[in-house]
């Protein structure tokens, strides 16, 4: 099993920034693509930001030139630095890892943590 410790949510006002952390844990082969995603109240859960192991990235429209993942891969931990926050990014962030548990997996499993809550006040 994998395990996603989520941390570093809390609360901050708008223009400030927060940095959250995800590390991956258990019977771990190899992980693929690591991300954030959000779900604010009454929304569907979005995607904010993925990377490859080769440290491609990908990036939400709404959070271009506001917020930066970054990765670990040593330490199976994945980053997201926000800055310039907006009241409008208040929600509940998950991290997302895309895991290899076995050497003769075809396809990697998805696994999510519990996600950490970042509210950012106007």
């Known amino acids: 099993q994998v395990q996603l410790v989520e941390s570093g949510g809390g609360l901050v006002q708008a223009g400030g920034s927060l940095r959250l952390s995800c590390a991956a844990s258990?019977?771990?082969?190899?992980?693929?693509?690591m991300g954030w995603y959000r779900q604010a109240p009454g929304k569907q859960r979005e995607l904010v930001a993925t990377?490859?192991?080769?440290?491609?990235?990908n990036y939400a429209d709404s959070v271009k030139g506001r917020f930066t993942i970054s990765r670990d891969n040593a330490k199976n931990t994945v980053y997201l630095q926000m800055n310039s926050l907006k009241p409008e990014d208040t929600a509940v962030y998950y991290c997302?890892?895309?895991?290899?548990?076995?050497?003769?997996?075809?396809?990697?499993?998805?696994?999510w943590g519990q996600g950490t809550q970042v509210t950012v006040s106007s």
């Open positions: 997302n890892a895309r895991c290899y548990t076995r050497s003769y997996q075809v396809r990697p499993d998805d696994y």
């Open positions: 990377i490859t192991s080769g440290g491609s990235t």
């Open positions: 258990g019977t771990i082969f190899s992980i693929t693509a």
